[in-house]
């Protein structure tokens, strides 16, 4: 029986094991295993793919981890990508029903905080940017130029070639099960065991039930599901340019997607960890709003629907660092909606508190506290 010892084992190929891993393959030997037959099969696979610097933007670690990753995503290393990871789209919130102060103190308290200023467009403005947008919907909206959409495929790739350049392994269709004897986490593979005193908890959804098998206390994390479908656009209209569009309420949203139009109902259903698939009702919902926000908009068939969950810890902040109480565990998890946008300085944080060399200096001159995110807020 062949045994492996590395000095990382990183369970679970979404974005936030890869990144990590990626970023440890410079320093340490690491291998990065995932139990389907491919890399980003579950919530990564099924986001928006977006990036939204104001999004949840008075949560000062979502705030700041988003920033730094979009340092990144504009200008990756070279030769990361032969593609440009950031498509720029604006975001446009549509104030219906929102009174003009609370419009105007909900900017204040965003532009407060954000490096690129939202403004507030009235309503003929918003309609130069959005012809196709009904009567019903029309209002005065905030403009968010610095909205961008994600070339995910890229950015995951970027980082599996990453790992594999620096002599990372990556192993898929395993299932692990880690234990803890003589000083290190081992984990059985097909015709072999790995071992390594770190051990990754990478699983998305799957985090505190992977936690249990390794019979470390679960954080109580909760995976929330969410649908998307994609529609054709109204025929009359070029939708192409068209930026993303979020009702104020998050009752919905809605963006171009490669000659298709995405439409989320932003539903938000407590869901155990699974291969999530969507519900009719909130397929329904999505197709309802985006017939009443878009004139012209005829849905004859959902070209397509999905589900992905989105997992959170109870104060919504994402859980990275080591576990006080289990030796060698290290949590990345409770990355809820930013998963993909927080990513790249997610990982550098990870990859410096594992390894113990300070990588993360552009974190560390924006004023990031390592614990916000550290898992000892549990204990
Ligand atoms: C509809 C939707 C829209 C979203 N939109 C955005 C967006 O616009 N922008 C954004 O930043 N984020 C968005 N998100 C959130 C983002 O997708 C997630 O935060 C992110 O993908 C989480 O990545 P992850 O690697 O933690 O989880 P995952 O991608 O789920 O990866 C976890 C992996 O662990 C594996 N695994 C689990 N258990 C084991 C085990 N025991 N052994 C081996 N492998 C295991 C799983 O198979 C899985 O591949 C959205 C999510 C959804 C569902």
């Known amino acids: 029986m062949q045994q492996v010892a590395f000095d990382v084992i990183v369970v679970g190929a979404g974005m936030a094991g890869t990144s990590v891993a990626a970023e440890l393959s410079e320093r340490c ?42 340092t990144f995503l504009k200008s990756p290393p070279v030769g990361f990508s032969e593609h440009a990871l950031l498509k720029t789209r604006g975001l446009l919130t549509l104030l219906k029903g929102v009174s003009p102060q609370a419009s105007q103190r909900g900017l204040k308290q965003l532009n407060a905080v954000l490096e690129h200023s939202i403004v507030e467009l009235p309503a003929a403005d918003v309609k130069k940017r959005l012809p196709a947008l009904s009567n019903e919907w029309l209002s005065a909206a905030w403009w968010e130029s610095d909205v961008h959409d994600i070339d995910v495929h890229s950015l ?44 990754v908890n990478a699983t998305g959804a799957w ?18 599901r969410r ?8 025929a009359d209209y070029d939708s192409e340019g068209w930026p993303l569009v979020l009702a104020y309420d998050e009752s919905f949203y809605f963006k171009p997607d490669a000659g298709m139009l995405l439409v989320s109902p932003v539903d938000e259903h407590d869901s155990p960890p699974c291969d999530a698939q969507p519900d009719e ?55 809820g909606g930013h998963g993909i946008q927080i990513a790249p300085a997610t990982a550098k944080l990870a990859a410096a508190l594992i390894s113990g060399d300070d990588n993360s200096a552009e974190l560390n ?6 614990e916000w995110v550290s898992p000892a807020r549990f204990f």
Request: proline content about 8%.
């Open 207 to 224: 985090a505190d039930e992977f936690a249990a098998s390794a019979k470390v206390k679960p954080l109580g994390l909760q995976p929330k």
């Open 281 to 335: 009702l909130d397929i329904a919902y999505a197709s309802d709003f985006a017939i009443q926000a878009l004139d012209g908009l005829v849905i004859n068939r959902i070209a397509h629907s999905w589900a992905g969950l989105r997992t959170f810890a109870h104060d919504s902040t994402p859980v990275i660092g080591f576990d006080p109480t289990a030796p060698g565990f290290f949590w990345y998890a409770g990355q």
């Open 227 to 234: 649908t998307a479908i994609l529609v054709t656009p109204p």
């Open 29 to 70: 030997s690491v291998v990065l295993i995932e139990r389907e037959s491919h890399p980003a099969m579950h919530s990564t696979g099924r986001s928006a793919a977006s990036f939204i610097p104001s999004y949840r933007a008075n949560n000062p670690a979502l705030r700041l981890l988003t920033r730094a990753s979009g």
């Open 156 to 199: 995951q790739q970027g980082y599996m070639r990453a790992l594999a350049e620096h002599g990372g392994r990556f192993l898929s269709s395993q299932h692990v099960q880690p234990h803890w004897e003589q000083g290190a986490w081992h984990v059985p593979i097909d015709g072999g065991i790995f071992s390594a005193p770190i051990i």
């Open 365 to 370: 001159d924006l004023g990031f506290c390592a």
